[in-house]
């Protein structure tokens, strides 16, 4: 059963219109989707960057639909009735958001459960809310769409887990390949004969014949649904890892294999607490583990990365035109932060224009950072002035920013620290900087204390009054002011100046006034 349109745009589709009219445009009208999975019931609000999508509200609620589903053919009564009590919650704080129409979306249970359409008509005439119901392979490309929005460009296998399917995509070029789909989430799992020895030898023949029909997939595997996470979760515990930001989280096969031993001999209870885990998620990482275990013995991925982003990211993403796809979620996220929360809109391109002469033969990756930065030197400034530094810090490295690696989150937060803080020892966040090789915390700093410089010419957003220059060879740094930019050379300014020559072990500073 498949509900959503064959093709992008044959129809209003589930969100009964369009989102991106204008591809030129940077920000999101607010909309809702509601994802009605085999394990949980989820509701998130979208809002913010178009290419980025910020997480306005999220709720989940565990509802467990699809428990028993193998044995009995129906929907978990006690499920059902959870399902229902979430839905019409959902519906409520929907109007109360002004986020009309909700989109409501179902996967595995729903279309596989022979009460599945009473469901869906008993949700409609109680909450007015139309269930679109995907098949396995929609369910498959959506999620990888999701991937997309999150990593432009990405390559690699995205797999899904629900609570009663397990999906599989490739992505490459910025498309979706082969799809499959399998009963082998936690929830069926269960219902497998012969214990944990019934459930190896099934799980082994399913991937084996996905893998069959999927060819080679060496690449990256990229991680999406609530079990991986919490796995994910658990790895970090296991490493005593110190960002706990899942999109992007990172392991290996080695780390796989360590965690899911750690989990088998684990007390289950303590775990969960460390992990802040739910029961009802819980319970079912035991039995994803496994699965894990094999998938990744099975298609031997060359890492392994964690998704934040599924089939809800997927079908915004679904609606995008190809020009708003292109642009890179990070930059315009930092756009839209800037547009909203700066005192000077427009300012950050220009501190972006003094600050790169300091890294000029700098690699893009880089340098992409360092626009980010400067576009969101000033976001925080209605933080306390004690204070701003880590609020800046802690923005950079846990807010939902797409395209970011989990180093360039620090090197992110770092350079924003120093845009407000000379020193960084004694920072609470000083565990973390161990994620960022020693040369980057160095250009990191050098960036921070460039903008710390940088802000004091605050003129017009277009004004050019102030250039930095960088002779690496010679090691000199000069400071050039227009008449201007001139008089606000004071004090402040050259103590930020000898600080960022300091940063750069320059052998020499001067300030050069120019004519008029």
């Not at 745009?9 to 969100?15: K, L, S, Y």
């Not at 899904?160 to 397990?166: A, E, F, R, V």
């Given at each position: 059963?498949?509900?959503l349109?064959?093709?992008?745009?044959?129809?209003?589709?589930?969100?009964?219109?369009?989102?991106?009219?204008?591809?030129?445009?940077?920000?999101?009208?607010?909309?809702?989707?509601?994802?009605?999975?085999?394990?949980?019931?989820?509701?998130?609000?979208?809002?913010?960057?178009?290419?980025?999508?910020?997480?306005?509200?999220?709720?989940k609620?565990?509802?467990?639909?699809?428990?028993?589903?193998?044995?009995t053919?129906?929907?978990?009564?006690?499920?059902?009735?959870?399902?229902?009590?979430?839905?019409?919650?959902?519906?409520?704080?929907?109007?109360?958001?002004?986020?009309?129409?909700?989109?409501?979306?179902?996967?595995?249970?729903?279309?596989?459960?022979?009460?599945?359409?009473?469901?869906r008509q008993?949700?409609?005439?109680?909450?007015?809310?139309?269930?679109?119901?995907?098949?396995?392979e929609e369910?498959?490309?959506?999620?990888?769409?999701?991937?997309?929005?999150?990593?432009?460009?990405?390559?690699?296998?995205?797999?899904?887990?629900?609570g009663?399917?397990?999906?599989l995509?490739?992505?490459?070029?910025?498309?979706?390949?082969?799809?499959?789909?399998?009963p082998?989430?936690?929830?069926?799992?269960?219902?497998?004969?012969?214990?944990?020895?019934?459930?190896?030898?099934?799980?082994?023949?399913?991937?084996?014949?996905?893998?069959?029909?999927?060819?080679?997939?060496?690449?990256?595997?990229?991680?999406?649904?609530?079990?991986?996470r919490?796995?994910?979760?658990?790895?970090?515990?296991?490493?005593?890892?110190?960002?706990?930001?899942?999109?992007?989280?990172?392991?290996?096969?080695?780390?796989?294999?360590?965690?899911?031993?750690?989990?088998?001999?684990?007390?289950?209870?303590?775990?969960?607490?460390?992990?802040?885990?739910?029961?009802?998620?819980?319970?079912?990482?035991?039995?994803?583990?496994?699965?894990?275990?094999?998938?990744?013995?099975?298609?031997?991925?060359?890492?392994?990365?964690?998704?934040?982003?599924?089939?809800?990211?997927?079908?915004?993403?679904?609606?995008?035109?190809?020009?708003?796809?292109?642009?890179?979620?990070?930059?315009?996220?930092?756009?839209?932060?800037?547009?909203?929360?700066a005192?000077?809109?427009?300012?950050?391109?220009?501190?972006?224009?003094?600050?790169?002469?300091?890294?000029?033969?700098?690699?893009?990756?880089?340098?992409?950072?360092?626009?980010?930065?400067?576009?969101?030197?000033?976001?925080s400034?209605?933080?306390?002035?004690?204070?701003?530094?880590?609020?800046?810090?802690?923005y950079?490295?846990?807010?939902?920013?797409?395209?970011?690696?989990?180093?360039?989150?620090?090197?992110?937060?770092?350079?924003?620290?120093?845009?407000?803080?000379?020193?960084?020892?004694?920072?609470?966040?000083?565990?973390?900087?161990?994620?960022?090789?020693?040369?980057?915390?160095?250009?990191?700093?050098?960036?921070?204390?460039?903008?710390?410089?940088?802000?004091?010419?605050?003129?017009?957003?277009?004004?050019?009054?102030?250039?930095?220059?960088?002779?690496?060879?010679?090691?000199?740094?000069?400071?050039?002011?227009?008449?201007?930019?001139?008089?606000?050379?004071?004090?402040v300014?050259?103590?930020?100046?000898?600080?960022?020559?300091?940063?750069?072990?320059?052998?020499?500073?001067?300030?050069?006034?120019?004519?008029?």
């Amino acid at each position: 059963m498949n509900d959503l349109p064959s093709e992008p745009g044959t129809d209003a589709g589930p969100f009964g219109r369009p989102l991106f009219n204008d591809p030129s445009a940077r920000a999101l009208a607010r909309v809702g989707v509601v994802d009605v999975g085999s394990n949980s019931v989820r509701l998130v609000v979208f809002d913010g960057a178009a290419r980025s999508p910020a997480y306005f509200y999220n709720e989940k609620i565990m509802c467990a639909l699809g428990a028993g589903l193998s044995e009995t053919g129906i929907l978990s009564p006690e499920g059902r009735r959870r399902a229902l009590a979430a839905l019409r919650r959902f519906k409520a704080l929907a109007d109360s958001m002004g986020v009309s129409p909700l989109t409501v979306v179902a996967t595995a249970a729903v279309r596989e459960a022979q009460d599945g359409e009473e469901f869906r008509q008993e949700v409609l005439a109680e909450t007015g809310l139309k269930i679109w119901v995907i098949d396995g392979e929609e369910e498959a490309r959506l999620s990888a769409q999701g991937v997309l929005l999150g990593w432009p460009g990405a390559y690699g296998l995205v797999c899904d887990i629900g609570g009663s399917s397990l999906e599989l995509a490739e992505i490459r070029d910025g498309r979706v390949g082969r799809r499959q789909t399998s009963p082998l989430g936690p929830l069926k799992l269960r219902e497998v004969r012969g214990g944990k020895a019934g459930r190896k030898v099934h799980i082994k023949a399913t991937l084996e014949a996905m893998q069959e029909k999927m060819g080679p997939q060496r690449d990256r595997l990229f991680l999406v649904g609530g079990s991986w996470r919490a796995i994910a979760r658990i790895d970090m515990e296991r490493r005593n890892y110190p960002l706990h930001v899942l999109h992007e989280y990172r392991m290996d096969a080695k780390a796989i294999r360590d965690t899911v031993s750690f989990i088998e001999e684990a007390d289950l209870g303590a775990l969960r607490q460390a992990c802040s885990l739910s029961e009802a998620r819980m319970a079912l990482v035991p039995l994803a583990a496994e699965v894990l275990k094999r998938l990744v013995s099975t298609f031997r991925p060359k890492d392994i990365a964690i998704s934040s982003y599924g089939i809800r990211e997927g079908m915004l993403y679904e609606q995008m035109p190809q020009k708003l796809r292109d642009r890179d979620p990070l930059i315009e996220s930092a756009h839209f932060a800037e547009a909203k929360d700066a005192r000077l809109p427009g300012f950050g391109m220009v501190l972006n224009d003094f600050v790169l002469p300091l890294f000029r033969s700098s690699p893009e990756e880089l340098k992409r950072l360092i626009r980010a930065s400067c576009l969101l030197h000033d976001v925080s400034w209605r933080a306390h002035p004690d204070y701003r530094a880590e609020v800046t810090f802690d923005y950079a490295t846990r807010a939902n920013l797409g395209g970011l690696k989990h180093w360039e989150r620090i090197f992110l937060g770092l350079a924003l620290l120093h845009r407000y803080r000379n020193k960084r020892e004694g920072s609470p966040y000083e565990r973390l900087f161990a994620l960022l090789p020693e040369d980057r915390q160095q250009k990191a700093e050098i960036l921070g204390k460039a903008m710390r410089l940088g802000s004091m010419f605050w003129m017009q957003a277009e004004a050019r009054g102030a250039e930095l220059r960088w002779f690496p060879k010679k090691r000199e740094l000069e400071l050039r002011l227009t008449p201007d930019a001139a008089p606000l050379f004071g004090e402040v300014v050259e103590a930020r100046l000898k600080s960022l020559s300091t940063a750069l072990s320059a052998a020499s500073t001067r300030v050069v006034y120019l004519k008029a």
